[in-house]
């Protein structure tokens, strides 16, 4: 395939993927677009990335099944196969989604407990400083 199709078939992906992400933001999520992946994971007892992994695997499976079936010699069309295709990347943006928000609270706890240590460590020398007068 050449570059110029092959941006063609990007461009026309991706924004069919906006699109959906878009159009499902309004039926499913609250003003956080994670919503639904974190009532999930109280439900299930697990992360908010376990559960999206566990409703990724559905639209997996779905992949694995079209690809055994044009295997086997079965047509399968392309609107069912961009359907498919599309709500794989959509899961995989959504999960970066999660993966960024966790980085953040990555970041944000890491932050808060290095300066819970700089106060420890600063107090506890103004007690051995203290001490020596």
């Not at 697990?46 to 694995?64: D, F, N, Q, R």
């Not at 498919?84 to 407990?113: C, H, P, R």
Request: net charge negative; charged share 30%; aromatic share 6%.
């Amino acid at each position: 395939m050449k570059t110029d199709k092959f941006n063609s078939v990007l461009e026309k992906t991706i924004s069919k993927c906006v699109d959906t992400l878009c159009a499902k933001a309004n039926e499913y999520a609250t003003e956080d677009r994670l919503h639904n992946f974190k009532v999930a994971a109280e439900l299930q007892n697990c992360t908010p990335i376990t559960a999206l992994a566990g409703m990724m695997a559905k639209h997996t499976v779905s992949i694995y099944d079209l690809i055994q079936r044009q295997e086997k010699g079965f047509e399968v069309s392309r609107e069912m196969w961009d359907e498919k295709i599309g709500d794989s990347i959509n899961y995989l943006i959504l999960l970066t989604a999660l993966v960024e928000e966790k980085q953040e609270e990555y970041t944000q706890g890491s932050q808060a407990d290095l300066d819970d240590i700089v106060d420890m460590e600063f107090t506890n020398h103004l007690a051995e400083a203290g001490d020596g007068e």
